[in-house]
Nanobody, 123 residues
Framework: QVQLVESGGGSVQAGGSLRLSCVAS????????IGWYRQTPGKQRELVAV???????NYLDSVKGRFTISRDNAKNTMSLQMNSLKPQDTAVYYC?????????????????WGQGTQVTVSS
């Protein structure tokens, strides 16, 4: 089984930057698409950025030009660089990865989530 562990959240003032990281650990797996989501109380989780296995990226309109998603396949890590942060970016951020595993019973693809990390931007 694979585990995703996030780091890098915190509190910053508007205009500041944060970098979120997510590391996948386990055995006999490969990471397909990766996404970063965020959620605020009472709202549905929304997709902020996604990167395919081929490196194609897509962003929520409100973060385009400010956030950058990246991946390091050799290290099984994924990151979200967030610049020019705004108070409306305040949320719990989750990494998500579609992962294919080679298990004794066969090859399977699962969706895994990180534990979430709080990002707070003050005005």
């Amino acid at each position: 089984q694979v585990q995703l562990v996030e780091s890098g959240g915190g509190s910053v003032q508007a205009g500041g930057s944060l970098r979120l990281s997510c590391v996948a650990s386990g055995s006999s797996f490969s990471i397909n698409s990766i996404g970063w989501y965020r959620q605020t109380p009472g709202k549905q989780r929304e997709l902020v950025a996604v990167i395919s296995s081929g490196g194609q990226t897509n962003y929520l309109d409100s973060v385009k030009g400010r956030f950058t998603i990246s991946r390091d396949n050799a290290k099984n890590t994924m990151s979200l660089q967030m610049n020019s942060l705004k108070p409306q970016d305040t949320a719990v951020y989750y990494c998500n990865a579609e992962i294919t595993e080679d298990r004794a019973t066969g090859r399977f693809t699962f969706s895994y989530w990180g534990q979430g990390t709080q990002v707070t931007v003050s005005s």
